[in-house]
């Protein structure tokens, strides 16, 4: 008699799961009740939903139906295929069973069919560490010097990642995975039998993402990091110099690279204790390197750093000596605590760096190629002030509560936004508050190019800008692109611009604009003149808006100035300025400045044709007149 049910197969593995019918019912997208009813035998599953229990529970279908599992037994199996099989499945027992570790080799990698292939495909991490316990197998065997990593380097990074994350500890010991250095190898270039020297690029790289990975994957255990984090000390006894003809000179053996590596990611996951207790290690040998500098030094030899090893150049002998490590915090993580606002940790590196600074000035690092990052107390103050600022710029750029003109406005204040962006954002209003050297140097072209709609945006352009050439490109791409803003042209016309110079086409545009703004001539404008108004007084009342008033009243005070320069009465104003101008008394672009100046103030009082300008405008016009 068959006492097997779905239902009961169906309760075996949800227990075996450690799930509750509840978790079963979500997985399924199904009711509990449902999960309750299978298992009592109160009802059944529908036949659309086996596949998906039977993917879920990681068995066939024919075992949800009879208990039984009607595979074929793996004697009974082809050799290949078991492999294969027992790899997708992570069974190591049997994997060893079989003798699969000694015909799994390591350097068929580049197979994607091979059995070590599968196994970093499919993360069999219990495979991969009985593989590296039976003794890694290869393939080829080793020819002319070839290391295990030179076998598999091409793929090295896949074999470490799968190592750590296997817990696989023997593996990062077999290919003595510390002295390595973190780079990229699609720059390198290593023979056969390679000599590790104390230059990075001769060791064997990992790449700078599977370093961090190590660091940061949840699922790399702490022995693995505790051994890649483990300082390893100068060993003067593990370096050799050549002797011989072929050789001589020639500086060999065991050296590590990781220091910076390890600091820049000890810090960045937080693991503080560890950092700090391999601090002290560097600091210990890198004060025993100066200690040998110090009692060295008389010999009068060449020091350099490589690196992070000093090495002692003897010319005479043309030979060189490694005396230690000498290693400094760098920048970049320095830098990093910064950015981080991190005030204990940036002070514990700089005033690490500068202790090592302060032993060796007077003579190591006066010989060293590259700049030990140790910022003075004022100076770290204001890195700090900077850091504060970015956040303030980031905190204003991620907050989408605000519109784009309150963010625009809040980056501004900042310092933190360009011309080019206002121009861009057509945020005149914003444009006016840049200091006037950045406001001077903005084009007509500038604009266009940003397609700008504000027309004040081109009444400043038309009083800066005195390359007709520009306004006519302007005039130009503003009739073809917005035939209806007929306060652009009006503006680029009534400074001389011209459509290809056809003067005929040129008068027939300006009647059209003067049609569509309906322009009348008006009275003469009644301004108030003040004989003697100061600058501040010009300042506030164009802070009140009276444009006109300034503009008529500024243009006196540049009369009486002219006058009194040029001991001349009875000059008329324009004359003046060309005047003072050809004397070489004032630039060229002061005195275009000031004719746009004497035009604005003929348009108010003698109605002689509008001339536009903006604030900023009249405020540069005031500065130069009472510059003079």
């Known amino acids: 008699m068959n006492d097997h049910s779905i239902g009961k197969t169906i309760a075996t593995l949800r227990k075996a799961n450690g799930w509750t019918q509840v978790e079963l019912a979500q997985k399924l997208n199904v009711s509990d009740k449902a999960v309750s009813k299978w298992e009592s035998e109160a009802g059944f599953p529908e036949i659309s939903q086996l596949p998906i229990l039977a993917k879920l529970f990681d068995v066939r279908i024919d075992y ?13 199996m082809d050799s290949a295929k078991r492999m294969l099989y027992l790899i997708e499945k992570d069974d190591a027992e049997n994997y060893i069973k079989y003798d699969y570790p000694s015909k799994t080799y390591f350097d ?62 023997e593996f990062l010991q077999a290919i003595d995975f510390l002295s390595f250095a973190v780079g990229n190898k699609t720059l390198q270039s290593l023979p056969i039998g390679f000599k590790h020297t104390h230059d990075p690029q001769t060791a064997y790289l990992v790449s700078p993402s599977v370093f961090e990975f190590i660091f940061t994957n949840p699922n790399v255990s702490d022995r693995i990091i505790n051994y890649v984090s483990s300082y390893k000390a100068f060993q003067p006894n593990a370096i050799h110099y050549g002797q011989c003809v072929f050789n001589y000179g020639e500086i060999s053996g065991t050296f590590y690279f990781f220091e910076q590596n390890i600091i820049e990611q000890l810090y960045k996951t937080k693991r503080f204790d560890m950092l700090s207790d391999y601090i002290q290690q560097i600091e210990l040998d890198t004060l025993e390197t100066i200690k040998k500098y110090e009692h060295e030094k008389n010999e009068c030899p060449i020091y350099t750093l490589q690196g992070d090893y000093l090495i002692k150049r003897d010319a005479l002998n043309s030979t060189s000596t490694v005396l230690g490590k000498l290693i400094t915090i760098d920048k970049k993580t320095i830098a990093l605590a910064i950015s981080n606002l991190d005030d204990t940790w940036a002070k514990t590196f700089v005033h690490y760096n500068r202790k090592i600074i302060d032993m060796a000035t007077n003579g190591i690092m006066r010989y060293e190629n590259k700049i030990v990052f ?202 003046m300025i060309d005047k003072v101008h050809s004397n070489g008394m004032i630039s060229d672009f002061d005195c275009k400045m000031l004719h746009n100046l004497r035009k604005a103030r003929n348009g108010i009082v003698h109605q002689s044709g509008r001339f536009y300008y903006t604030e900023p405008i009249i405020k540069s016009w005031i500065k130069i007149v009472y510059s003079l």
């Not at 949800?64 to 009974?76: E, I, Q, R, S, Y």
């Not at 196994?119 to 290869?138: D, H, M, P, T, Y």
């Not at 917005?482 to 005929?504: E, F, K, Q, T």
């Open 108 to 169: 068929d990698i580049c197979d994607r069919n091979s059995a070590i292939t599968s196994i970093i495909e499919n993360k069999s991490k219990k495979i991969f560490n009985a593989c590296v316990k039976n003794g890694i197998a290869l393939r080829q065997p080793s020819i002319n010097n070839q290391t295990l990593v030179d076998s598999i380097y091409g793929h090295i990074d896949s074999f470490i990642k799968m190592a750590c994350e296997s817990d696989c500890l």
């Open 64 to 76: 949800l139906m009879t208990g039984k599992d009607n595979a074929v037994p793996l004697d009974d």
């Open 374 to 575: 140790a910022p003075n107390d004022e100076e770290l103050t204001l890195l700090f002030e900077e850091a504060k600022q970015q956040q303030r710029i980031k905190t204003i750029q991620e907050n989408t509560s605000l519109s784009n003109k309150q963010r625009r406005e809040k980056l501004f204040a900042e310092n933190a936004l360009s011309v080019s962006d206002v121009l861009l954002a057509d945020d005149y209003d914003l444009f006016a508050k840049f200091p006037e050297e950045k406001l001077d140097a903005i084009t007509i072209t500038d604009i266009v190019d940003a397609d700008c709609a504000d027309v004040r945006f081109y009444i400043h352009a038309a009083n800066i800008n005195d390359n007709i050439n520009d306004m006519n490109f302007a005039l130009k791409t503003i009739l073809e692109k917005h035939p209806d803003r007929y306060d652009i042209m009006n503006v680029l016309l009534s400074v001389g611009a011209s459509v290809d110079n056809n003067l005929a086409f040129t008068n027939i545009l300006k009647q059209n604009v003067a049609i569509h703004l309906n322009e009348k001539d008006t009275t003469s404008a009644n301004i108030e003149i003040d004989n003697d108004i100061s600058k501040k007084s010009l300042l506030n009342s164009l802070c009140e808006g009276k444009c006109e008033y300034v503009i008529v009243n500024l243009t006196i005070v540049l009369e009486k100035k002219l006058k009194s320069m040029l001991s001349e009465q009875n000059m008329d104003l324009i004359d």
